[in-house]
């Protein structure tokens, strides 16, 4: 359970709203998710679910989206006000030492082909970010945590974020997946909170970044149970 009572924010509800804003925009087609009772008629009709075939689940919908080049909301609202925030930004490669094996780190937290000296724009990270948050974390979300496709956007995003920082085997295990399968969103996002360790330690730093953020950033929970 939560060490902090998790409510819905207003900054967490205008996060949600903006990625559904987006979905409408970019052309993006809900899949049975609900949509959250405060947004305004004008959003509920562009995130309105697809009328999809039978032989089209909705995950098979989701992949077509994907390889047809559009960018998810769940992935847009996970990177802009949670992974991004959180990770902090490093155009040089630096040495990052925290975990139990040392590994060379660059933009937002990548880890994956860095090597000493690489240097990036702060454009080609965040590129870089959301391609490998599709591919790495949210795909294999949709396709290995029953009805994950079909929960709210702002639970999505909150478990994509989780994922990219204790991993995704971790979170298609989780408490929080077995929630999700079982339509249990709120219990769902406060599952998730429980990953607040390091080294088997509890950090005030994990404690802010699973549930309500800080000043400055917005927490997992807090945008999970904002969306619902």
Request: positive net charge; contains cysteine; proline residues 7%.
């Amino acid at each position: 359970m939560p060490i902090n009572k998790i409510v819905p924010t207003k900054r967490g509800k205008a996060a949600v709203l903006a990625a559904l804003i987006f979905a409408g925009v970019s052309g993006w087609q809900a899949v049975d998710q609900p949509t959250p009772a405060y947004a305004p008629p004008a959003v509920v009709q562009m995130v309105r679910p697809a009328v999809v075939a039978p032989a089209l689940t909705p995950e098979k919908l989701i992949h077509q989206q994907v390889a047809a080049g559009k960018i998810p909301p769940a992935v847009k609202l996970a990177v802009e006000e949670m992974i991004m925030p959180w990770e902090g930004l490093r155009l040089t490669a630096y040495l990052d030492t925290l975990p139990k094996k040392d590994v060379w780190t660059v933009c937002y937290g990548e880890t994956l082909n860095i090597k000493k000296g690489m240097k990036f724009t702060r454009e080609q990270c965040v590129a870089m970010l959301i391609k490998r948050v599709i591919h790495d974390y949210y795909l294999p979300l949709v396709d290995g945590v029953k009805d994950y496709a079909i929960a709210p956007v702002s639970l999505q995003a909150s478990m994509i974020s989780g994922a990219y920082n204790f991993g995704v085997a971790g979170q298609k295990g989780s408490r929080t997946a077995g929630f999700v399968t079982t339509h249990q969103y709120s219990l769902a996002c406060d599952a998730q909170t429980a990953w607040n360790k390091s080294g088997g330690k509890v950090l005030p730093g994990l404690i802010n970044r699973r549930e309500n953020g800080d000043a400055q950033r917005k927490g997992e929970a807090e945008i999970c149970k904002s969306g619902l």
